[in-house]
């Protein structure tokens, strides 16, 4: 039966594979720096890696918003959520996962009469608006530095075009482990409580958590829907929103890697910690939201704005305001009918 329920979850890593590789290697296929096949492998390999490495810090962000209590629960809280990115997936906007999932545990928060946890839902939405800016500012100070340097060498093209090719293949890989990382919480995590998975040991060599259990089945959801319905967001990304050149397409992908690794990298919150700096903190960002304002910070400084494609930029902006709120409406509608006509507990109360 948990299998059946995680199903859900599944479909929601699928959607995310198919929705979010674009972010880290959309540039990059976009400028024919690289094909679509070898950036969907690159992408699964690490993607994987990412999940079942670092994935656990964004996951016990996520749970705090809302902590679903019920598998049936978890399980409509994750449909909705995948419906969401699939419908917008199929019209070729790169959208948000994590938006969708949190509208999703919304809903579920409203429906059970669980409190929501505003606190943790304005720390989530915060980041929805810092992850684009702190994006557009890293991409634009970066290629600003990286134009003036190659001016200053004078490289010769054919060097310059094979430092750029493995720029981005390095910028990509990165990319999709801190994705795996950050992301994995969206597609298994809200399952981590309710989980009954045992944990299984090797020779008392090393354990796996039923957690990281779900991160690998996780990870691997998002790397097969790369392979199967990756490319069309990936050619959005790449071409619809301004034409880049194969530098530019670096330095969007770089800028996108590192904001997703400062949101969701527990040694590094550990070490500003200790050194008694301001910390990031580690919540599932969106990483469509973090590439896309990498494009927009480089072309602002590249044509102070000319290049980019104003109207297709609204319409994306539309498409993440209506995401949230989709989710909330398909997540409510969803619990009510599973829990009246399917006679399926949807929530447990909380005294």
Same mark, same amino acid.
């Given at each position: 039966?948990?299998?059946?329920?995680?199903?859900?979850?599944?479909?929601?890593?699928?959607?995310?594979?198919?929705?979010?590789?674009?972010?880290?290697?959309?540039?990059?296929?976009?400028?024919?720096?690289?094909?679509?096949?070898?950036?969907?492998?690159?992408?699964?390999?690490?993607?994987?890696?990412? @999940?079942v #490495?670092? !994935? /656990?810090? %964004?996951?016990?962000?996520? +749970?705090?918003l809302?902590? &679903?209590?019920?598998?049936?629960?978890?399980?409509?809280?994750?449909?909705?959520?995948?419906?969401?990115?699939?419908?917008?997936?199929?019209?070729?906007?790169?959208v948000?996962?994590?938006?969708?999932?949190?509208?999703?545990?919304?809903?579920?928060?409203?429906?059970?009469?669980?409190?929501?946890?505003?606190?943790a839902?304005?720390?989530?939405?915060?980041?929805?608006?810092?992850?684009?800016?702190?994006?557009?500012?890293?991409?634009?100070?970066?290629?600003?530095?990286?134009?003036?340097?190659?001016?200053?060498?004078?490289?010769?093209?054919f060097n310059?075009?094979?430092?750029?090719?493995?720029?981005?293949?390095l @910028?990509? #890989?990165? !990319? /999709?482990? %801190?994705?795996?990382?950050n +992301?994995?919480?969206?597609? &298994?995590?809200?399952?981590?409580?309710?989980?009954?998975l045992?944990?299984?040991?090797?020779?008392?060599?090393?354990?796996?958590?039923?957690a990281?259990?779900?991160?690998?089945?996780g990870?691997?959801?998002?790397?097969?829907?790369?392979?199967?319905?990756?490319?069309?967001?990936?050619?959005?990304?790449?071409?619809?929103?301004?034409t880049?050149?194969?530098?530019?397409?670096?330095?969007?992908?770089a800028?996108?890697?590192?904001?997703?690794?400062l949101?969701?990298?527990?040694?590094?919150?550990?070490?500003?910690l200790?050194?008694?700096?301001?910390?990031?903190?580690?919540?599932?960002?969106?990483?469509?939201?973090?590439?896309?304002?990498?494009?927009?910070?480089?072309?602002?400084?590249?044509?102070?704005?000319?290049?980019?494609?104003?109207?297709?930029?609204?319409?994306?902006?539309?498409?993440?305001?209506?995401?949230?709120?989709?989710?909330?409406?398909?997540?409510?509608?969803?619990?009510?009918?599973?829990?009246?006509?399917?006679?399926?507990?949807?929530?447990?109360?909380?005294?």
């Open positions: 039966m948990f299998a059946f329920f995680l199903s859900s979850g599944l479909f929601l890593g699928w959607s995310l594979g198919a929705n979010d590789a674009a972010n880290v290697f959309g540039a990059a296929v976009g400028t024919r720096m690289l094909s679509f096949r070898r950036a969907a492998l690159y992408c699964g390999i690490f993607v994987i890696l990412g @999940a #490495v670092s !994935g /656990a810090g %964004a996951a016990r962000t996520l +749970n705090d809302g902590g &679903v209590n019920a598998l049936a629960g978890a399980f409509v809280v994750s449909l909705a959520a995948a419906l969401t990115v699939y419908w917008l997936t199929s019209l070729g906007y790169p948000s996962t994590t938006q969708a999932l949190v509208g999703a545990i919304v809903g579920w928060d409203w429906f059970s009469g669980h409190a929501v946890d505003y606190a839902l304005e720390q989530i939405v915060l980041s929805w608006l810092a992850s684009p800016l702190l994006a557009g500012i890293c991409s634009a100070a970066l290629y600003t530095l990286i134009a003036f340097l190659i001016k200053r060498s004078k490289i010769h093209m310059l075009d094979s430092l750029t090719r493995s720029g981005l293949i @910028a990509g #890989v990165a !990319g /999709a482990y %801190a994705l795996g990382a +992301n994995i919480a969206n597609v &298994v995590g809200i399952f981590i409580p309710v989980a009954p045992p944990e299984f040991s090797f020779g008392g060599l090393f354990k796996i958590t039923a990281e259990q779900l991160f690998l089945l990870g691997v959801s998002i790397a097969v829907g790369t392979f199967t319905y990756g490319e069309r967001v990936m050619l959005t990304v790449g071409r619809g929103i301004a880049m050149s194969p530098v530019a397409a670096f330095v969007a992908v800028a996108n890697a590192l904001v997703l690794f949101f969701s990298s527990q040694d590094l919150r550990a070490f500003l200790q050194c008694g700096l301001p910390s990031f903190p580690l919540v599932p960002v969106s990483s469509s939201q973090a590439i896309v304002g990498s494009i927009v910070g480089i072309g602002l400084v590249k044509g102070r704005g000319r290049g980019i494609r104003w109207r297709m930029l609204g319409r994306i902006s539309a498409a993440w305001a209506a995401t949230p709120v989709f989710a909330i409406l398909i997540s409510f509608v969803s619990l009510f009918i599973f829990q009246n006509v399917f006679q399926q507990n949807t929530y447990f109360p909380v005294r």
